[in-house]
């Protein structure tokens, strides 16, 4: 494949992993080996986003652009000893005048995406936050068309209905529904979307980028872009929390803790990628989602009614058809996914879509 799908930082996209630019499939890994590295990616997944609303709601530490400032430092030190130190993976060589007119473009798309998921996490429940982000196919669709004017297949635009449907029922009947956090949560989908187009467009068929190879470039340009908004917004409310007489070493170093786990998700997506298929990866992260959300329930006892849990088990399902069909069309190679993701259909079949 030859669209980069840049993966997310606290709760990883399920639609967007399987796009990513990843080495064949490795036929030499035991399957109780697979199998190991897929369950410590649902755990890595899922702690990365139980974690952060922990830090947000129990631990009261409201800063979402520190903590993300927290996670983009360790990832990039992390992402360095990984590929330059250690050189457990080969590093992709990326062209200085593409680095700088392309990858910092993608890059602050990247960074925004994951301020606003962590916002968004801080203002709605875990289970909302994760209904929210299953829009992320319909914004992509969007955003292809009004881009490339190419269109969906029939197949796949009816999977994008119960998503979308599942969604409205979900935020119409969500008891601790907060506008701020909701619109953070669908502009941070609008951004996976955006992230997943300006890839296609701007490094289509140049670079190979695996989600470390990923952070490696990423990472610390984010860090360049969050330092000051972090000074200028959150200051004194990192200062208020770091000089709390009840504050604790445990506080301290859970925070970094949430940063080494955001990190280890990324290693063993990368691992899983490499060792299974993007059909494994769409629907293990459909179920890690709704195990995510069952345990956010128990953890943090939000009012959820029937109704609420059948829309975000309808958009869930939505996600997870739209994935198995997207996946369909890649391997029937009926699309090339260097000019367009794998279930859209230029208007024009003889249209060349922007590389």
């Known amino acids: 494949m030859k669209v980069v799908s840049i993966p997310v930082d606290s709760s990883t996209d399920p639609s967007s992993k399987s796009d990513a630019s990843i080495a064949p499939p490795s036929p030499t890994k035991p399957p109780l080996v697979v199998f190991f590295f897929i369950i410590c990616w649902f755990l890595a997944n899922g702690t990365t986003v139980l974690l952060n609303k922990y830090i947000f709601k129990t631990m009261h530490f409201t800063n979402p652009l520190c903590l993300t400032l927290i996670h983009m430092t360790t990832q990039s030190i992390l992402a360095h000893l990984t590929i330059d130190y250690f050189k457990s993976i080969d590093k992709v060589r990326v062209d200085p005048i593409d680095y700088y007119s392309k990858l910092l473009v993608i890059a602050a ?162 691992i899983v990628l490499k060792a299974t298929s993007s059909v494994t990866v769409t629907v293990a992260g459909n179920i890690k989602t709704v195990i995510v959300i069952g345990v956010s329930i128990i953890i943090f006892q939000n009012a959820v009614t029937w109704v609420n849990l059948l829309g975000c088990m309808i958009a869930i399902a939505g996600c997870c058809w739209y994935g198995l069909i997207k996946d369909k069309w890649a391997t029937m190679g009926t699309l090339d996914l260097g000019k367009a993701p794998s279930t859209y259909q230029p208007v024009e079949k003889s249209e060349k879509l922007p590389q």
């Not at 935020?171 to 619109?183: K, R």
């Open 109 to 270: 798309v990247f960074c925004t995406n994951i301020c606003l998921g962590n916002i968004s996490l801080r203002f709605v429940p875990v289970s909302f936050m994760q209904t929210i982000k299953s829009l992320t196919p319909v914004c992509t669709a969007l955003l292809q068309y009004l881009v490339f004017r190419s269109r969906l297949r029939p197949s796949a635009l009816m999977a994008l209905i119960p998503i979308s449907g599942g969604v409205a029922l979900a935020s119409v009947t969500e008891l601790e529904f907060h506008l701020g956090g909701f619109i953070a949560a669908l502009t941070a989908c609008f951004l996976t979307g955006l992230k997943f187009v300006l890839s296609s467009q701007m490094l289509a068929g140049r670079y190979k980028l695996d989600s470390i190879n990923l952070l490696y470039y990423m990472a610390p340009p984010s860090v360049a872009i969050l330092l000051p908004l972090v000074f200028f917004f959150e200051k004194d409310g990192v200062v208020s929390w770091f000089a709390h007489p009840e504050r604790s070493n445990k506080d301290f170093l859970l925070l970094l803790f949430s940063g080494l786990v955001s990190y280890v998700l990324n290693v063993t997506l990368f």
